[in-house]
C-alpha cells in the first residue's frame, strides 16, 4: 500500500499569505494520479485538484497543485477567509489513499 | 447538478449488519464508478469500496474485505454498501463518492453529505 505523508499537521497564517502544503508518497505510482481535497467543519470533501496540477470545476486559480514521482505540493497563493479549512492528498494510481491531511488555521 | 443522498446509518451492536444506500442524481449514474470513503469522528478520510460503472468489477479495502460488500442498480441510480461483522473501528460518517471515470484511475469529484454509522452496545 502506498503511504502518503502530508506536512506540517498544521500551518497557522494569515489571509492573504501563501501556503504550501506538501504530500510526499511512500512510493511513485502512475502517471501523477494525485489529488487535493478541502474539507471544512461539518461537511463533505471538495476535489481541488486532479491529475497533480489540473484544477477542477469552479476551482479559483488562487490554487495550484505541482508535483510528481513522490513529492507534490498545493499551493494557495493568496488566503481568503474561506480557505482556512483541512486539505487532503489522495493517490489514485495504485489503489486508492489518502494522506493523513494538513490544517491551514488562521493565525 | 450532481446529488447524492446517503442514508441507513444508525447505531448498530458490534457483530451487527447494516445496508447504507446512496441515491443518485444529475448524471448518468451506469457512466461512472463509485465508491465508499469514510471517516471516523475527529480523524482522516479513509477510501472503503469501489465499483466501476457497469458493476462488474469492484475493490476492497484490506481493513473491511470479507466484510463489506459494495453493489449497485444502475436502473435505480443507487449505490449500496452491505457491511456485516461490524466493529468498534467501523464507526464514521460514510460518504458517497463518484468517480470521475467509469473504470480505473479514477479522483473524486463530487460528494454526499455523508451518513453517520455508529458500532457500540
Known amino acids: 500500500e502506498i503511504v502518503l505523508t502530508q506536512s506540517p499537521g498544521t500551518l497557522s497564517l494569515s489571509p492573504g499569505e501563501r501556503a504550501t502544503l506538501s504530500c510526499r508518497a511512500s512510493?511513485?505510482?502512475?502517471?501523477?494520479?494525485l489529488a487535493w481535497y478541502q474539507q471544512k467543519p461539518g461537511q463533505a470533501p471538495r476535489l481541488l485538484i486532479y491529475g497533480a496540477s489540473s484544477r477542477a470545476t469552479g476551482i479559483p486559480d488562487r490554487f495550484s497543485g505541482s508535483g510528481s514521482g513522490t513529492d507534490f505540493t498545493l499551493t494557495i497563493s493568496r488566503l481568503e477567509p474561506e480557505d482556512f479549512a483541512v486539505y487532503y492528498c489522495q493517490q489514485y494510481g495504485n489503489s486508492r489513499t489518502f494522506g493523513q491531511g494538513t490544517k491551514v488555521e488562521i493565525k | 447538478e450532481v446529488q447524492l443522498l446517503e442514508s441507513g446509518g444508525v447505531l448498530v451492536q458490534p457483530g451487527g449488519s447494516l445496508r447504507l444506500s446512496c441515491s443518485a442524481s444529475?448524471?448518468?449514474?451506469?457512466?461512472?464508478?463509485m465508491s465508499w470513503v469514510r471517516q471516523a469522528p475527529g480523524k482522516g478520510l479513509d477510501w472503503v469500496s469501489a465499483?466501476?460503472?457497469?458493476?462488474?468489477?469492484?475493490y476492497d479495502a484490506d481493513s473491511v474485505k470479507g466484510r463489506f460488500t459494495i453493489s449497485r442498480d444502475n436502473s435505480r441510480n443507487t449505490l449500496y454498501l452491505q457491511m456485516n461483522s461490524l466493529r468498534a473501528e467501523d464507526t464514521a460518517i460514510y460518504y458517497c463518492a463518484k468517480g470521475s471515470a467509469a473504470v480505473r484511475p479514477y479522483c473524486f469529484d463530487n460528494w454526499g453529505q455523508g451518513t453517520l454509522v455508529t458500532v457500540s452496545s
Open positions: 444529475g448524471f448518468t449514474f451506469s457512466s461512472y464508478a
Open positions: 465499483i466501476s460503472g457497469s458493476g462488474d468489477s469492484t
Open positions: 512510493q511513485s505510482f502512475s502517471n501523477s494520479h
